[in-house]
């Protein structure tokens, strides 16, 4: 499978504990994406990254999200502390970013549940 | 059947038919659109997408039109398939600066009748 995948599928943590979340891209596409997206609504643009570089965060990322691509490959979401409010489904997509190509691509979600 | 965009969040369709589906988009500054297809669990899955300098573009059974005078875009779909229910949304971004971030509707739940 060639597409964008996320790791794990779902994940059931207490309230003030730590997550972390995993996104593998499709291969060669230098732009990552996150995404949160509660039950019933689209998709919310959280950050992104051309390569390595995180270009853009929006005012959803609080201080207690970070997100991080190392080697502009794969990409980790971390939530410190986490409240009940963080629950959510999280996706992932990427794009190639060049050559007049733009459309993202999706990966299947963390679904994140805080008790 | 046709929506009537995001106030009627319900599209039911028998099978076969034809699908209409409506979004109103709001940043006249946007000039790059795309329809994902949701199913319950899934994550979006890109159907076609389309630029402003166009205003009508055709897939595999779907059709998507934009009308940028009145910022509204369409997705068509042909001959309507018990596969096609889902969760529809509508996108928007623009190409100058923001990285092509998107900007989802809230979605307009297909159900196929047999």
């Known amino acids: 499978d060639t597409g964008v995948s996320q790791d794990p599928r779902h994940k059931i943590t207490k309230r003030g504990q730590n997550v972390t979340f995993r996104c593998d891209p499709i291969s060669e596409h230098n732009r990552l994406y996150w995404y949160r997206q509660t039950l019933g609504q689209g998709p919310e643009f959280l950050t992104y990254?051309?390569?390595?570089?995180?270009?853009?965060k929006s005012r959803l990322l609080s201080d207690r999200f970070s997100a991080e691509r190392p080697k502009g490959s794969f990409s980790t979401l971390e939530i410190q502390r986490t409240e009940q409010g963080d629950s959510a489904m999280y996706l992932c997509?990427?794009?190639?970013?060049?050559?007049?190509?733009?459309?993202?691509?999706f990966g299947p979600g963390t679904r994140l549940t805080v008790t | 059947g046709e929506s009537v965009g995001l106030h009627l969040p319900t599209l039911s369709v028998q099978e076969g038919d034809n699908s209409i589906i409506n979004c109103a988009y709001s940043?006249?500054?946007?000039?790059?659109f795309i329809w994902y297809k949701q199913e319950s669990g899934k994550g979006p899955q890109f159907i076609i997408d389309?630029?402003?300098?166009?205003d009508k573009r055709q897939g595999q059974r779907v059709t998507v039109l934009l009308n940028k005078t009145v910022k509204h875009l369409s997705l068509q779909i042909a001959a309507t398939q018990p596969g096609d229910s889902a969760v529809y949304f509508c996108?928007?971004?623009?190409?100058?600066?923001?990285?092509?971030?998107?900007?989802f509707g809230t979605g307009t739940q297909l159900k196929v009748e047999l």
């Open positions: 990254f051309q390569n390595e570089a995180q270009l853009e």
């Open positions: 940043n006249s500054a946007s000039d790059y």
């Open positions: 996108a928007e971004s623009g190409f100058t600066g923001g990285g092509n971030k998107l900007t």
């Open positions: 997509a990427s794009s190639p970013g060049t050559g007049g190509s733009y459309e993202q691509y």
């Open positions: 389309i630029r402003s300098n166009m």
